[in-house]
């Protein structure tokens, strides 16, 4: 079977995500490897007709990627933390992006409040993890860490394609 992904290249002008888009993106949060037909489907559209709307929603960056989601603890790596990492002047610098490098680092965020950046690793013991603290502390800008280990996790998932809207029209005085 030949891929067709390539054949017609053609530009997708930007547009909004509609309802549609937004039932395509939610189905394949679920399940990414869900077939086309089935997604067709669920979402009330041809197979081929999704399966454009997907290129499209590739080219426009709303889909990053497909990707697999996997067990911390059976992988060896049971224990997660946060850590927020104080900094001397800005957080952002090569030094602490590389940890980025390093396979035990998931996330690095900028942040505002009491902490410059917010880490999140999954490692296998605490050793583990006062090893990744000690090369933390090592870099010159680094002044302070706190960290928070994840007791247990009650929900994780990547962001959804669904919006709340009524969380922008609720009063927020009480």
Do not use: N
């Not at 800008?141 to 969380?167: D, F, I, K």
Request: aromatic share 4%.
């Amino acid at each position: 079977m030949q891929k067709t992904d390539s054949l017609q290249k053609r530009a997708f002008p930007p547009r909004e995500i509609d309802a549609t888009d937004r039932k395509i993106l939610g189905e394949l949060a679920r399940d990414a490897s869900v077939s086309f037909a089935r997604l067709g489907e669920a979402v009330g559209l041809s197979a081929p007709a999704v399966h454009e709307r997907v290129k499209r929603l590739k080219a426009q960056g709303v889909i990053r990627g497909t990707v697999a989601h996997l067990d911390g603890a059976r992988l060896g790596k049971p224990l997660l933390a946060f850590v927020h990492v104080t900094t001397k002047g800005w957080g952002k610098t090569r030094a602490l992006m590389s940890l980025a490098d390093l396979p035990e680092v998931e996330e690095i965020h900028s942040a505002t409040g009491d902490t410059c950046l917010i880490i999140k690793v999954r490692v296998a013991s605490s050793l583990a993890l006062e090893g990744l603290l000690s090369r933390i502390y090592d870099l010159p800008e680094v002044r302070a860490t706190q960290t928070y280990v994840a007791l247990s996790t009650h929900l994780e998932r990547s962001p959804q394609a669904e919006v709340t809207q009524a969380l922008e029209e609720a009063e927020t005085l009480r």
